[in-house]
């Protein structure tokens, strides 16, 4: 569409990229930046809040909090974007579910009032990386690479909430965004110069979810752990995600099962934005990638 | 667990219970046909004691106790292959986010869910800032607290109105006074 202005959204931060893996939010806004999206602060969000954790104690608590972020941004006029598939499911689900259901939004607003909010349902949720893929194309990604990614082999990791249940989501290119065997990552991640290289149970969850991680952390771990041997089995150069809670349980998590399990990796992890970030010329260090924990200089000597 | 241990008594299911869990999102229960692809397709099963088709099964009869008191409706990790895979199109998920609601209101969720909201409600975020992080902001050319209500802390009081309003700091308080 060469008649569509500049694109413009509201940036929903969550916690996690901002308050954990700030490269994530830098890589995120000036990438987008590059292929015409602009991202503007969202003044005043807070947390979606995390699907698993509020959606398990309370529903209607849940749905008012990501409510209220959702009127931040229909005050600013534009729709509203996420780079963290937890704050898609909070602010997607929500802003779906409140738009087709009067009864439902006239109990959020009941609450919403006495922050002096009101949900009007008048703006789309959408996850950065869904909208680069559907508005930005993949030929315009593919043309903003100055430094081709030379052939490294990525495992991509897609996370559950920003595709999963797929029958309440509307992407219309049922092929590339199949809950099953999805695509458009992959076709992202080889516009970039790189391979995808499949793998046993790509699209397991990475086991972090639903307060699984602060309750048993064990168990998420250990899921973790079998997603990192099937992806070392192919031997991957690097785990790319569209979600800092799954970047952080890949991260982190790496370090938290060496100790544990004693099972060590060294797997660099990146978030799509900050690999998209190095094809498009910008440093690791620009790109906050020296601060992860496990460290990408294995990575950064194949590429250049 | 009474599906294996004891005869069930079908007198001590509770209809009304199924018709709650129902109301709160899991919706088609009861045409659930226990073929197991929640079972089946759940990753987190695979490696403890979840059994998806099992607690759908107590839904139905309306096992309210066993449920509401299991460790097992705490594993889950909220990935939806079972609600993605469903061919009677029931949402196991979103049953269990049911059953933790009711659980929570019975003061038996675990102590770190409610953590969280202890969290949102002093800082806005389940996951505050703190200093390492804020010296790499700044190292990355950011404000030193993103744009949020970190940023913005008048934005608080709405959060916390929120949070009260809907009974949630209150079975918290009555959570910690009772340890």
Redesign the interface.
Request: glycine fraction near 18%; include cysteine.
């Given at each position: 569409m060469s008649t569509t202005p500049k694109m413009k959204s509201s940036f929903f931060?969550g916690?996690?990229a901002?308050?954990?893996y700030?490269?994530i939010?830098?890589a995120t806004i000036k990438t987008a930046k590059n292929l015409g999206l602009e991202l503007v602060?969202?003044?005043?969000?807070?947390?979606c809040?995390?699907?698993?954790?509020?959606?398990?104690?309370?529903?209607?608590?849940w749905e008012?909090?990501a409510a209220?972020n959702v009127c931040l941004s229909e005050q600013m006029g534009l729709n509203c974007s996420v780079v963290c598939n937890g704050c898609y499911k909070s602010l997607y689900d929500v802003n779906e579910k409140l738009k087709e259901n009067p009864e439902e939004k006239d109990k959020v607003n009941k609450?919403?009032k006495?922050?002096?909010?009101e949900f009007q349902g008048s703006i789309e949720v959408r996850h950065v990386a869904e909208q680069l893929y559907n508005d930005v194309g993949i030929k315009k990604i593919r043309d903003s690479v100055v430094q081709p990614l030379n052939g490294i082999k990525v495992g991509i990791h897609y996370g559950?909430?920003l595709l999963?249940?797929?029958?309440d989501r509307k992407f219309t290119n049922p092929e590339a965004f199949g809950?099953e065997t999805p695509r458009f990552l992959d076709e992202m991640v080889e516009a970039l110069g790189a391979k995808s290289i499949d793998y046993k149970?790509k699209t397991?969850?990475c086991?972090?979810?639903?307060?699984?991680r602060?309750?048993?952390i064990d168990?998420?771990l250990?899921?973790t752990n079998?997603k990192l041997r099937n992806m070392q089995a192919v031997g991957v150069d690097c785990i790319v995600d569209v979600c800092p809670f799954c970047h952080l349980q890949f991260d982190k998590g790496q370090a938290e099962i060496a100790e544990k399990f004693g099972d060590k990796y060294n797997i660099p992890v990146l978030h799509y934005g900050q690999l998209l970030g190095l094809a498009q010329g910008m440093s690791p260090d620009?790109l906050?990638l020296e601060?992860h924990v496990i460290k990408v200089d294995s990575l950064l000597d194949k590429i250049v | 667990m009474a599906l294996e241990s004891q005869v069930l008594n079908l007198n001590k299911g509770l209809v009304n219970f199924t018709h709650e869990v129902e109301k709160n999102g899991g919706e088609n229960i009861s045409v659930c046909y226990q073929c197991g692809t929640c079972t089946g397709s759940c990753p987190m099963g695979r490696r403890n004691a979840l059994r998806t088709r099992k607690i759908m099964r107590m839904v139905a009869l309306g096992l309210k106790d066993d449920l509401l008191k299991s460790d097992e409706i705490w594993y889950c990790a909220t990935c939806y292959t079972c609600t993605d895979r469903c061919p009677r199109h029931v949402k196991p998920t979103d049953v269990i986010l049911a059953l933790r609601n009711m659980a929570t209101k019975q003061h038996l969720a675990p102590k770190n869910f409610l953590a969280n909201a202890g969290y949102i409600y002093q800082s806005g975020h389940a996951v505050p800032n703190n200093d390492a992080n804020r010296a790499l902001r700044v190292k990355l050319g950011l404000t030193k607290d993103p744009p949020t209500t970190h940023m913005y802390p008048e934005y608080l009081p709405g959060i916390q109105k929120i949070l009260d309003a809907t009974g949630l700091m209150k079975i918290k308080a009555e959570m910690e006074a009772k340890k």
């Open positions: 931060l916690c996690i901002p308050n954990r700030p490269g939010e830098v602060e969202l003044k005043g969000a807070g947390c809040p995390a699907p698993g954790a509020f959606g398990s104690m309370d529903l209607l608590t008012a909090l209220r609450i919403l006495l922050a002096d909010m559950c909430h999963k249940p797929g029958r809950t149970d397991m969850c086991g972090a979810g639903g307060g699984v602060g309750y048993k168990f998420a250990d899921m079998e620009e906050g601060a | -």
